[in-house]
T-cell receptor
Framework: DAGVIQSPRHEVTEMGQEVTLRCKPI?????LFWYRQTMMRGLELLIY????????DSGMPEDRFSAKMPNASFSTLKIQPSEPRDSAVYFC????????????????FGPGTRLTVT | TQLLEQSPQFLSIQEGENLTVYCNSS?????LQWYRQEPGEGPVLLVT?????EVKKLKRLTFQFGDARKDSSLHITAAQPGDTGLYLC???????????FGKGTLLTVNP
């Protein structure tokens, strides 16, 4: 399996522009997570999906951020309009269903998208 | 809000030394995971601990989950330059699939 795929790997944009980050999860995984990582705040969960349905978006910082998962193999995170404080590395991760026995689950991370907003 | 505090924040040691890093919380977790992240890459899962007092070994790495399931430690024996990276702990609560991550310990092992 190719693992979680994210694109682009690097994005530089000007304040006010729209930014779209893309993610292809591992085939067969039921859960998809979007994280943001900065030096100051560490790794923060923004939103996660189960079977393409958003379950918890309480980590989305504000209305400028939106995420969609139109099908099991694709998700997007959009920032509109972007601001310099959005500069960070954005990770997508996917996870299989842990099973009815209540087993633990593993999250598989993509390589991330480094976003710089000037 | 559940918080995980990791210490130390930075650690620089020589090859061959032993080290321990810590992950502490005031909250109880149903399971705790350790990840390692290398520059320019995403975190990679090392281990999951579930039972209070559990000890797991992965080659030179030993992971322990506290009896009360509020804290964990990672011990590395005879560290090697390949161990360099950011070590993150992450806690899960109940059936909630959300993970709470600590800010990590950045380990540098010098040859």
């Amino acid at each position: 399996d190719a693992g979680v795929i994210q694109s682009p790997r690097h994005e530089v944009t000007e304040m006010g522009q729209e930014v779209t980050l893309r993610c292809k999860p591992i085939s067969g995984h039921d859960y998809l997570f979007w994280y943001r990582q900065t030096m100051m705040r560490g790794l923060e969960l923004l939103i996660y999906f189960n079977n393409n349905v958003p379950i918890d978006d309480s980590g989305m910082p504000e209305d400028r951020f939106s995420a969609k998962m139109p099908n099991a193999s694709f998700s997007t995170l959009k920032i509109q309009p972007s601001e310099p404080r959005d500069s960070a590395v954005y990770f997508c991760a996917s996870s299989p269903y842990p099973g009815l026995a209540g087993g633990t689950y593993e999250q598989y991370f993509g390589p991330g998208t480094r976003l710089t907003v000037t | 809000t559940q918080l995980l505090e990791q210490s130390p924040q930075f650690l620089s040691i020589q090859e061959g030394e032993n080290l321990t890093v810590y992950c502490n919380s005031s909250s109880v977790f149903s399971s705790l995971q350790w990840y390692r992240q290398e520059p320019g890459e995403g975190p990679v899962l090392l281990v999951t601990v579930v039972t209070g007092g559990e000890v797991k070994k992965l080659k030179r790495l030993t992971f322990q989950f506290g009896d009360a399931r509020k804290d964990s430690s990672l011990h590395i024996t005879a560290a090697q330059p390949g161990d360099t990276g950011l070590y993150l702990c992450a806690g899960a609560s109940g059936s909630n699939y959300k993970l709470t991550f600590g800010k990590g310990t950045l380990l540098t092992v010098n040859p």
